[in-house]
């Protein structure tokens, strides 16, 4: 299976279901709730594909350097980036935009807009227990690394990698996050159990390969566990991002000279979109 056939099949397919929907959410006039109603969606999943490109590049291209995973480049089209395939990147994107969209449809359906009247309980202690629990496996994952533990490396540079953006993102809003726990669970579980699944068939069918000297060797099926981990902090990042930014709770707690910034990028981003429909025939 070429890597393009896998996008297709495990992404392309679903993003066409989910701007159905979203197309058909908009024709309806079903919009976001109130304690969720801040930013444009389309705008807040643009700057997570954007900070999904230019974060995870350098680490994977790092990855493939040292060959931690590769790929078969009979299965990929020959453009390579650095030491990434062109494939790899648009999988970035894909990925982040097929989460922001789940995200959006269940925002929609399992948060009410009476919420709104319901304050934020200010938890500084989740925000620094989760915060702090974080900061503890983050040394260990850059020790496995620095230790030269092989069998540690995949992990440890996932952990390395993925943790510092994540705990900004608790360490913001852990009670934010918290308040729409059930949003966050359903956007976040069933998306990386399907994003493994299909993992496990392109591992299967050769698309690419993880190094065994560099994973721990634990599998599921034939699914290393670094494979799980990996998508398992990548859509947290996602789902939590799209939580923190478009939460009312949120824009509450942000310094007001961010909030101020955000708010000119919209109006910029509304402007162009403006201009561009204005274009169309």
Same mark, same amino acid.
């Given at each position: 299976?070429?890597?393009?056939?896998?996008?297709?099949?495990?992404?392309?397919?679903?993003?066409?279901?989910?701007?159905?929907?979203?197309?058909?959410?908009?024709?309806?006039?079903?919009?976001?709730?109130?304690?969720?109603?801040?930013?444009?969606?389309?705008?807040?999943?643009?700057?997570?594909?954007?900070?999904?490109?230019?974060?995870?590049?350098?680490?994977?291209?790092?990855?493939?350097?040292?060959?931690?995973? =590769?790929?078969?480049?009979?299965?990929?089209?020959?453009?390579?980036?650095?030491?990434?395939?062109?494939?790899?990147?648009?999988?970035?994107?894909?990925?982040?935009?097929?989460?922001?969209?789940?995200?959006?449809?269940?925002?929609?359906?399992?948060?009410?807009?009476?919420?709104?009247?319901?304050?934020?309980?200010?938890?500084?202690?989740?925000?620094?227990?989760? *915060?702090?629990?974080?900061?503890?496996?983050?040394?260990?994952?850059?020790?496995?690394?620095?230790?030269?533990?092989?069998?540690?490396?995949?992990?440890?540079?996932?952990?390395?990698?993925?943790?510092?953006?994540?705990?900004?993102?608790?360490?913001?809003?852990?009670?934010?996050?918290?308040?729409?726990?059930?949003?966050?669970?359903?956007?976040?579980?069933?998306?990386?159990?399907?994003?493994?699944?299909?993992?496990?068939?392109?591992?299967?069918?050769? *698309? =690419?390969?993880?190094?065994?000297?560099?994973?721990?060797?634990?599998?599921?099926?034939?699914?290393?566990?670094?494979?799980?981990?990996?998508?398992?902090?990548?859509?947290?990042?996602?789902?939590?991002?799209?939580?923190?930014?478009?939460?009312?709770?949120?824009?509450?707690?942000?310094?007001?000279?961010?909030?101020?910034?955000?708010?000119?990028?919209?109006?910029?981003?509304?402007?162009?979109?403006?201009?561009?429909?204005?274009?169309?025939?």
């Amino acid at each position: 299976m070429t890597y393009f056939a896998f996008l297709a099949r495990f992404l392309g397919i679903p993003l066409i279901i989910l701007a159905i929907l979203t197309w058909r959410d908009a024709r309806q006039g079903r919009r976001l709730p109130a304690p969720l109603y801040t930013w444009p969606p389309g705008f807040v999943i643009l700057a997570h594909v954007i900070v999904a490109v230019l974060y995870t590049t350098p680490w994977d291209n790092y990855l493939v350097a040292t060959r931690v995973w =590769w790929y078969d480049p009979a299965l990929v089209n020959g453009l390579v980036i650095g030491w990434v395939p062109i494939e790899e990147y648009t999988f970035f994107v894909l990925q982040t935009i097929m989460t922001g969209l789940i995200w959006l449809f269940l925002a929609k359906r399992l948060v009410a807009d009476t919420d709104v009247m319901r304050p934020v309980d200010q938890r500084p202690g989740l925000r620094y227990g989760i *915060t702090g629990l974080l900061l503890v496996i983050w040394p260990a994952a850059v020790g496995i690394l620095a230790a030269g533990w092989r069998p540690g490396t995949y992990l440890g540079l996932e952990l390395a990698w993925a943790l510092p953006p994540i705990m900004l993102q608790t360490a913001f809003g852990a009670d934010i996050i918290w308040r729409y726990r059930r949003l966050v669970f359903w956007s976040l579980v069933p998306v990386t159990i399907y994003l493994c699944l299909g993992d496990a068939v392109a591992i299967g069918a050769g *698309t =690419w390969s993880i190094d065994p000297a560099q994973s721990t060797g634990i599998l599921i099926g034939n699914l290393p566990l670094e494979e799980i981990v990996f998508f398992f902090i990548t859509n947290i990042l996602v789902v939590l991002g799209m939580t923190l930014v478009l939460a009312r709770g949120s824009q509450q707690r942000a310094p007001a000279g961010v909030t101020q910034w955000i708010a000119r990028l919209v109006r910029q981003f509304r402007h162009k979109a403006v201009n561009v429909a204005g274009d169309q025939p």
